[in-house]
């Protein structure tokens, strides 16, 4: 039985655009599993309401239903050894290490670059929830928190010099080969890529190297969603 995927969509079902379910989609693909995605939007809690929580990504494996990215990854590698995604202890701190850095760094520019977009690209029934709970949370309007995006792309660009030095050294941020580390790190660039034609990188940056060579993986899979 093939693995089913529960991932966000927007309008367009072929939209999917959320950052941990990207690191789940390359996940499966580094392993080589065979799956199927099922599109889920903002306000239908209760089709994942088995999995014991609320957002997505939520993996189903033969009747199991498991949530949470790191939870699945750490789920796929027991489940199904082969092509492990953390190289040994020290790549699952490494990867861990990775995860807090994105989600603490840079995800907060990307909201202020982005979320105004996400909205537009959204389903009509999430629109009135996404609005509210995102404005409860910033304490102002969508139009007021991106309206100096120039400038968290700025913030976002200095934010990428580790990651920008560690790629002059290596190919990919596990290393030679793409792990677990370089899908956290890709789903927040292409989180950008799917919900905006907003660039957030030059074509100089070696960043946008990378993120080229990890559009290119297992067969230019991520290239085929929609973008922009």
């Not at 093939?2 to 996940?27: K, M, N, Q, T």
């Not at 939520?58 to 995604?85: K, N, Y």
């Not at 029934?125 to 304490?139: L, P, V």
């Amino acid at each position: 039985m093939a693995l089913v995927l529960y991932d966000l969509a927007g309008a367009d079902e072929g939209r999917r655009f959320s950052p941990y379910c990207w690191r789940i989609h390359l996940a499966l693909k580094h392993k080589g599993l065979a799956f199927q995605t099922r599109p889920w939007r903002f306000t239908e809690k209760e089709a994942i309401a088995a999995s014991g929580g609320q957002t997505v990504p939520v993996l189903e494996d033969g009747g199991r239903m498991v949530s949470d990215s790191w939870t699945i990854a750490e789920f796929l590698d027991a489940h199904h050894p082969q092509r492990p995604l953390f190289a040994g202890q020290a790549g699952w701190q490494h990867a861990r290490l990775t995860k807090h850095w994105v989600e603490a760094t840079l995800f907060p520019h990307l909201l202020r670059m982005l979320v105004k977009d996400i909205h537009e690209r959204i389903a009509e029934k999430d629109k009135a929830y996404f609005r509210a709970s995102r404005e409860k949370r910033f304490g102002q309007t969508l139009e007021a928190y991106v309206a100096d995006r120039d400038t968290a792309r700025d913030q976002f660009r200095v934010a990428l010099t580790p990651l920008r030095r560690l790629l002059a050294e290596q190919p990919h941020v596990a290393g030679a080969e793409p792990g677990y580390a370089d899908y956290i790190v890709f789903g927040a660039f292409q989180w950008a890529r799917c919900v905006s034609a907003y660039p957030v990188l030059t074509e100089q940056d070696e960043v946008s190297a990378w993120r080229e060579r990890m559009l290119d993986l297992y067969q230019g899979y991520a290239r085929g969603f929609p973008a922009g």
